[in-house]
């Protein structure tokens, strides 16, 4: 019997480990800048077509390379990073595996050219599927230009899998801009189709952060900074006030790499406790320095998991130094130490520094503002419960959760989490549809009711529905959005006096391509340059006041859509449904509830809302009778 086992070619071995390290257009735009990086260039120029489906080319003025290891760059394994297995308990530079261009090789053309300072001449070097098809001499500026052509041409399966030029695009400029936030004394550039999207000069992290989310940035960044003998942090932090509903603006860091952790972010959510409300998330981006033996990056092929030697102390160190900053900047209410305690010391003394503000704005007050000797012999103790926090910084809270605690480490909002409502049930729309389910309901003429602002119950001849009022509000929002793109007419609320709104590249990128279609529903937006819109006009019926947020919360729905492969219009719809719907915690009167029902079931599909989930539940008054026994 012939043997079954043989060592695969080479081309095949590229093309399943391009399986892991080249997901989509965006593993390939980490891979090229932070070659790049690792380089020492300071000026990057990353160019896109179709959201790098054509073309994905990142030019850098970096060391450059030789003609020897311009060719050899392309093997697997072969790397400048690391010579020895101790070397990967030191890595301080972003690439180390030597795997990024062999993998990109073997599912792409690739065109490579990179000069020396100290050569007179370049070298340009064709791949494709893994094979040299060109390698020459030429003329070329110091640094390297690698051109990333047709990406999966030879994988069809893969590039089938790819979503919308929208959703593609998106990950790309969320790759660019964790790396130009990691690497603010370089100069960072966007184009896709021949247009720059994002021009960013070297400066401090706080400049580059105002130029990644806009100029609005600027008044919402408290900074962090606490340097202890295991590690050093710095950034900054959002203001509570403007926390916004879903992810976006966070980052985390270490040692300057972009990494992915539920449970720092849980640490993060712990020392914003009670500032925050329910289901918003603060802006931060965070830069934790530790020494590389105290870590293990070498865990997932995309390098975005780390994990530490004791997770439990990184947890605490984060969640003070942020309540500190915090508290520095008069950003928590003042805590009476005699009164509330919580958090333990070194000495095992409980206290908490929630809630706190800063020695220093303690003392201040205390001498600046004639209190009384028994109030300031109470400040001077506080002064002092502050210092042994910082004191017993070193030593884990008895409160500090481990990762394998956290049931949720992300601490994500659940679906139907409290959102202002922005839109009333107020609206004639329905009332004109095909009732095609209506004498399902109130069959007995009863009135609904609410449980726990939560839920409807209406009778029905057989029983009861249980209707969950977020999810049908979504459903009769989201059909009557539809409708209104379809050509049904809509009115708009025209505003007294224009707002104007600066957003950043990513989300004016979004709108820009969205606005037609979002002024159908009423909205009247302009667009002003420079990533400035005007809105001259919201839909009639909004309850809303504030554009910018209304802005905000459609554009976060919308993103969050890309990757469902919806159409573009049946994202909107369903971005504005779920922007606009009443909340779970509202109350409602019965005549608002009665007409929730009556526009839910004249919907085409009742039954579902726009993300799924089920708009009401039936109870039979038989089942219901066999539960009693």
């Known amino acids: 019997m012939a043997d079954l086992i043989q060592l695969l070619p080479d081309a095949i071995a590229n093309q399943i480990a391009a399986g892991e390290v080249v997901q989509r257009p965006s593993s390939v735009v980490k891979e090229l800048l932070e070659n790049a990086i690792d380089a020492g260039a300071d000026t990057i120029q990353l160019v896109v077509k179709d959201a790098g489906k054509t073309l994905i080319q990142v030019v850098d003025n970096g060391c450059g390379m030789s003609e020897t290891d311009a060719r050899i760059s392309f093997e697997r394994h072969a790397t400048s990073k690391i010579r020895s297995s101790e070397d990967l308990f030191c890595i301080r530079t972003m690439g180390f595996r030597g795997e990024a261009l062999a993998s990109i090789a073997a599912i792409a053309q690739v065109e490579l050219k990179t000069r020396r300072q100290t050569d007179d001449m370049g070298t340009r070097l064709l791949m494709e599927a893994s094979q040299v098809k060109k390698q020459e001499p030429c003329q070329a500026a110091q640094g390297t230009s690698i051109a990333v052509k047709n990406l999966f041409f030879n994988v069809p399966a893969r590039r089938n899998f790819l979503k919308s030029n929208s959703a593609e695009m998106r990950h790309i400029t969320e790759e660019f801009q964790r790396i130009a936030l990691a690497n603010a004394d370089v100069h960072f550039s966007l184009y896709h189709q021949d247009e720059e999207l994002m021009h960013l000069p070297p400066g401090n992290l706080r400049q580059r952060i105002i130029n990644v989310f806009g100029t609005n940035a600027n008044k919402k960044l408290v900074p962090v900074s606490e340097e202890t003998d295991i590690l050093t942090i710095n950034g900054f932090v959002g203001k509570p006030e403007f926390a916004r509903k879903t992810r976006g603006e966070q980052y985390f860091f270490v040692n300057n790499r972009f990494i992915k952790s539920g449970y720092l972010n ?56 942020v309540r500190h900053a915090l508290g520095q900047h008069s950003i928590m209410p003042t805590l009476d130490f005699d009164q509330e305690q919580g958090l333990y010391d070194s000495s095992g003394t409980s206290f908490n520094p929630d809630r706190q503000q800063s020695s220093r704005t303690i003392s201040e007050q205390s001498q600046g503002q004639g209190i009384s000797n028994s109030d300031t012999t109470r400040h001077q103790r506080n002064i002092k419960n502050w210092e042994k926090l910082y004191e017993g910084l070193g030593d884990v809270p008895k409160d500090i959760p481990s990762q394998s605690d956290l049931q949720t480490p992300d601490w994500e909002p659940a679906l139907g989490s409290d959102e202002p409502n922005t839109l009333t049930l107020e609206s004639d729309w329905a009332d004109d549809q095909p009732g095609q389910h209506k004498d399902q309901v109130n069959a007995t003429g009863k009135a609904p009711y609410q449980i726990h602002a939560t839920y409807i119950v209406s009778h029905i001849k057989s029983g009861f529905l249980l209707i969950d009022q977020q999810a049908a509000h979504e459903r009769v929002l989201y059909e009557r959005y539809l409708h209104m793109m379809d050509g049904q007419a809509s009115s708009t609320q025209q505003q007294l006096f224009p707002q104007t709104i600066h957003l950043s590249a990513m989300d004016s990128d979004i709108l820009r391509a969205i606005r037609e279609d979002i002024n159908k529903l009423g909205f009247e937006i302009e667009e002003f340059g420079n990533q400035t819109f005007i809105v001259n006009g919201v839909p009639a019926g909004l309850n809303s006041t504030n554009e910018k947020e209304l802005i905000d919360h459609l554009l976060e729905q919308y993103k969050s859509g890309l990757d469902l492969d919806l159409g573009m219009r049946e994202n909107i719809a369903r971005s504005m449904a779920r922007a606009g719907a009443i909340k779970r915690g509202q109350i409602l009167q019965v005549t608002e509830m009665q007409k929730l029902i009556d526009t839910l079931f004249a919907c085409a599909t009742p039954f579902k809302s726009p993300s799924g989930r089920n708009t009401f539940i039936t109870f039979e008054l038989d089942t219901l009778s066999k539960q009693f026994g």
């Open 266 to 321: 849980h640490a993060i959510g712990n020392a914003f406790e009670e500032l925050l409300q329910d289901g918003t998330f603060p802006l931060y981006v965070l830069f934790l320095n530790i020494d590389p033996k105290h870590i293990d990056i070498n865990v997932h092929p995309t390098k975005q998991e780390v994990k530490f030697d004791d997770e439990r102390l990184v947890y605490n160190y984060l969640r003070v130094a």
